[in-house]
């Protein structure tokens, strides 16, 4: 018989299961509490399976501890709270750690493939000789991957700095930690723990909202908080510029020679054939003034969690 399901694994991130146990924090302190006051505090009105699955999600961290109607927030859980206003705080580095490691299936993707993994492909193969479906698999990886970068953006600081403070592979390069980038710096991007650019790219955009910057050679936006502003300027570029980025999603059509939608608040409308003999069809439509690039990161991430939330509707 075909497995369907996969072995368990967070369905948040380090930085989001952070953000909810501070919530509960905030609340209940370090006293003992009911079941029921977690969930009231995380805005549900009782248990569901949503609310099992955040409550599943922060003990598979460590930030909460117990079980049924006593549960406690966990030392670790206090350390990352408490001292959030000092990053270079050595205990609060070393929950930090602790807890994003702490889930069994991170714990053995960290020994592994360690702070520097390799390719999405590479990892799905051994994730499904773990026995994880493909999509769960692919959760897995997006969501280790986040972790590793919220580590690394947590625990840097770059207050008080050394050059031990500094990734390895940017030590012979000038750069201005803390400096957040603008329009005409030159940037390192690290994701992973890995650095993308073989050499500084220059900022010729930031996005509306600060969180995105824009550089020569690429119109995708990059994190700004994955970003090191490069002091020591490169020669210049002989390679032709990048045009400017579609500010939208009409403009990006037009580009391309495709007609844009006929009202400005239909921006795109989309069937998914899901099973021809049933003649089930998913429709997804997207409303509005404008479609950013920055927008379709949140989409996706929207729609995920609203898959999720299906999925355990079905198992309860």
């Not at 705080?89 to 929950?95: D, H």
């Not at 702070?115 to 897995?140: C, F, I, Q, T």
């Not at 099973?275 to 439509?285: A, L, N, Q, T």
Request: no cysteine; hydrophobic share 35%.
């Amino acid at each position: 018989m075909a497995k369907d399901r996969s072995p368990n694994y967070p369905s948040l991130n380090l930085e989001e299961a952070i953000e909810r146990i501070t919530v509960i924090y905030r609340s209940e302190h370090t006293h003992p509490f009911a079941q029921i006051a977690a969930f009231n505090d995380l805005g549900y009105s009782g248990r569901s399976g949503r609310s099992l699955t955040q409550l599943g999600a922060l003990r598979a961290y460590g930030l909460l501890e117990g079980r049924g109607d006593v549960l406690r927030v966990s030392k670790s859980a206090v350390s990352i709270v408490e001292f959030s206003g000092e990053p270079s705080n050595p205990t609060r580095i070393q929950a930090l750690r602790d807890t994003a490691f702490a889930p069994t299936i991170f714990n053995e993707m960290h020994e592994q493939f360690g702070d520097r993994p390799p390719s999405d492909a590479a990892m799905r193969h051994w994730l499904v000789g773990k026995e994880y479906l493909s999509n769960a698999a692919d959760e897995v990886i997006r969501t280790y991957r986040e972790n590793l970068a919220f580590l690394h953006t947590a625990i840097a600081g770059y207050n008080d700095h050394d050059d031990d403070d500094i990734p390895p592979l940017l030590q012979d390069q000038k750069v201005a930690p803390g400096q957040k980038p603008a329009v005409g710096d030159y940037v390192q991007w690290e994701s992973s723990g890995v650095l993308q650019f073989t050499e500084p790219r220059r900022v010729r955009e930031i996005s509306e909202d600060g969180g995105w910057a824009f550089v020569e050679g690429s119109n995708t936006g990059l994190p700004v908080k994955d970003l090191t502003v490069i002091t020591e300027t490169p020669p210049p570029s002989t390679s032709a510029p990048t045009p400017p980025r579609p500010r939208s999603f009409v403009e990006a059509q037009e580009r391309a020679g495709d007609q844009p939608p006929a009202s400005p608040d239909n921006l795109l409308k989309q069937t998914l054939v899901i099973s021809i003999p049933r003649d089930f069809k998913v429709d997804i439509g997207i409303r509005g003034d404008t479609l950013r690039l920055e927008d379709l990161t949140k989409i996706k991430n929207q729609f995920n969690r609203w898959i999720e939330g299906l999925e355990e509707a079905f198992e309860e």
